[in-house]
């Protein structure tokens, strides 16, 4: 709007409230030929308290009337309300007529028809000086979610035909490889040519803690190399990094409002005109009912009102806490895309886990080795580590990493691959089978009858035709996956369920080692689908938490649905609604944290303007509030609940 708008930012849309948008505060012009937002206030304070000054010592300055007074105080007030006034007569075509820039005017320029010039520039004045600290703090609260715009980097080298050229990162083509100089940051996605290297991702995952990458891992754009110079194969155009997608997700973020925020909006479009009748009756209807009527009185009363029931108050505090939320969660790692998901997941009262990968490391680790008698374990497992390292399977590569160097240099000859049992061969000299129980019967060894009832995954081992022992391999939980289950315990929610892919016996386990209520194993993504149906037809508010690619269906269903790790995987980015950057579940009950400190300070923002404006707007109608009493109720009520909204900044979650 002219005169009197934000100019949205690259990180942000428009979110007009009433006639007033506040979509990013990085231009708010108050005055000619602006050098400064606060010059021109400035200046017509010094002429305000002149005029004050002058006033009370009017007998010793007689020049300081009429004309002359009209036009002191007229300066003062011109210098911060022609741009108000302009706002309110250029927003008339667009049908947007009760706004506050109406308010605003009416009042003041009423003010000024009955001679109560101080005043008249004092509330314009104040008004002013509130919006340049909205601003203020509205720019506060966008901070954290304006500095991931920072994280993308400016320029890239390139390497091509044996030269570096230092090209813009837009510029870069796929299959190019860039080289990144130890503290710079990655410009693009793409797969390490040579490691090792470490990698500082703070920017991107909210966690100190350096990455180490190896020939062929992948770093993302906005990693900060640590180390030596390294060299990336680009695999992703600028505008297709996973750094990009999540940028264009928090810019979206802004313009998805939450419930409150569109209640708030609807009703100041209704609150306004309401207003302007109301003090309109106010200034007719006692000429018919009171005795000793004075058309100057009940002017200054309607006038007064039209100040205090000014919407700014509400109509800005209430998008600050929710930007403030969207900010606090950004910096802890967590990516939403609208602020009503703050309100979503403050709601909730079930939490569906996927297992693999959000509540275990998706890594699969030997937890236990059993040799039988008579047998080493080193040995066990040195035989083992050689025979597997043949094979691809992840379970092999499991026992090999377990085993380390201990199998290196072992002699290996015949191998053979068993489809479904496991690996057949000679390893030092000694015939060795390595696999499932199905492998051991399928060439005739006795084995112990318990090996068939070890839930986790197994691998059975013969030497010479006898049984020698098993390993067994299991997805082990997350450091913080117990901690997870407790916390949201704690906070609420009555109903925690894990539903998984994986074998029943193994999620069952996991299930009753973490605490968790209700588990179901060998599930397809449709089951997990019927799952969460049935709770969501038995009335429960719930969030799905998962890995976003293989649940799409059931994160579409949820109330919420949040991804894990979403730094790692497009799809989702593309499909969740709450994406955690790191792997760590705690950050579920972090985000419940924010949720609720959000909505809290929101509603005592509610509470606040509407008791001080009840309050005041009474008392104004009786002729017990003045002017000045109306710019507390407006200007002073507005900038405590904006305060009070900075607050969610300086929580800690």
Not at 219 to 246: P, R
Not at 595 to 620: D, E
Request: charged content about 20%.
């Amino acid at each position: 709007m002219p005169g009197h708008d934000h100019a949205p930012t690259a990180d942000t849309k428009p979110d007009a409230h009433a006639g007033h948008s506040h979509a990013s505060g990085d231009d708010h012009d108050h005055g000619p030929a602006e050098a400064s937002p606060y010059l021109w206030p400035g200046v017509s304070l010094v002429l305000l308290l002149s005029g004050l000054a002058l006033d009370y010592f009017s007998e010793e300055v007689p020049f300081f009337t009429g004309a002359m007074r009209l036009a002191w105080y007229g300066i003062a007030f011109l210098l911060v309300g022609w741009k108000v006034i302009r706002s309110a007569i250029q927003s008339i075509p667009s049908g947007n007529v009760f706004n506050e820039f109406l308010l605003m005017s009416l009042a003041t320029l009423g003010a000024f028809a009955i001679g109560e010039y101080p005043e008249g520039v004092a509330v314009m004045l104040f008004y002013t000086v509130g919006e340049l600290f909205q601003d203020a703090a509205v720019n506060r609260a966008k901070r954290s979610i304006r500095a991931l715009l920072e994280i993308q980097a400016t320029e890239v080298t390139v390497v091509r035909g044996g030269q570096s050229l230092v090209l813009d990162p837009k510029q870069v083509q796929l299959g190019d490889t860039i080289e990144v100089k130890p503290g710079e940051k990655v410009a693009l996605d793409g797969t390490l040519t040579q490691g090792p290297a470490s990698f500082n991702t703070a920017a991107l995952t909210g966690e100190s803690a350096p990455q180490s990458k190896q020939t062929g891992d992948v770093v993302l754009a906005g990693m900060i190399n640590q180390e030596s110079l390294v060299q990336v194969l680009v695999t992703a155009t600028y505008q297709d990094t996973k750094l990009a997608k999540i940028l264009a997700m928090v810019q979206d973020a802004v313009g998805r409002k939450a419930k409150t925020q569109l209640f708030i909006t609807k009703f100041a479009k209704t609150y306004t005109p309401i207003v302007v009748v109301l003090a309109t009756l106010l200034l007719v209807v006692p000429y018919f009912v009171v005795d000793d009527y004075v058309f100057r009185t009940w002017l200054y009363r309607a006038l007064v009102f039209l100040v205090i029931s000014c919407p700014c108050a509400l109509v800005v505090s209430i998008p600050l806490g929710y930007f403030g939320g969207i900010g606090a969660a950004s910096r802890a790692g967590i990516l939403l895309k609208g602020s009503n998901f703050l309100d979503v997941l403050r709601e909730i009262d079930t939490v569906v886990m996927d297992k693999t990968g959000t509540l275990t490391q998706g890594v699969f680790a030997v937890q236990h080795v059993q040799p039988a008698p008579g047998i080493e374990p080193a040995q066990l497992l040195r035989l083992l580590g050689a025979l597997e390292a043949k094979s691809t399977h992840p379970i092999a590569k499991a026992v090999v990493q377990h085993v380390g160097s201990a199998a290196a240099n072992v002699s290996v000859e015949n191998v053979e691959e068993i489809a479904g049992h496991g690996l057949r061969g000679r390893v030092e000299g000694r015939d060795v089978l390595a696999g499932n129980a199905k492998l051991l019967t399928k060439y005739g060894v006795a084995y112990p009858a318990d090996v068939d009832q070890v839930v986790d995954s197994i691998v059975v081992a013969a030497l010479d035709g006898q049984y020698a022992g098993y390993l067994t391999v299991a997805d082990a939980p997350k450091a913080d996956a117990q901690q997870t289950v407790r916390e949201l315990r704690a906070d609420g929610i009555t109903k925690l369920v894990m539903l998984s892919g994986d074998k029943d016996s193994i999620t069952q386990r996991v299930a009753k080692e973490l605490g968790i209520d209700e588990a179901h194993g060998g599930l397809l993504p449709e089951d997990k689908a019927r799952y969460v149906q049935q709770y969501l037809n038995e009335g429960r508010k719930l969030a799905f938490v998962g890995d976003g690619v293989n649940d799409a269906p059931v994160v579409a269903l949820a109330d919420v649905g949040i991804a894990m790790g979403g730094l790692g995987s497009d799809a989702t980015i593309e499909t969740a609604d709450v994406v955690i950057q790191t792997d760590h579940p705690s950050k579920i009950a972090t985000a419940r944290r924010i949720a609720r400190a959000t909505h809290t300070v929101v509603w005592q923002n509610i509470w606040l303007a509407f008791g001080v404006k009840a309050v005041v707007l009474a008392l104004g109608a009786g002729g017990l509030a003045t002017m000045w009493e109306a710019v507390f109720a407006d200007v002073g009520v507005a900038l405590l609940a904006i305060l009070n909204a900075v607050r969610i900044q300086r929580m800690k979650f």
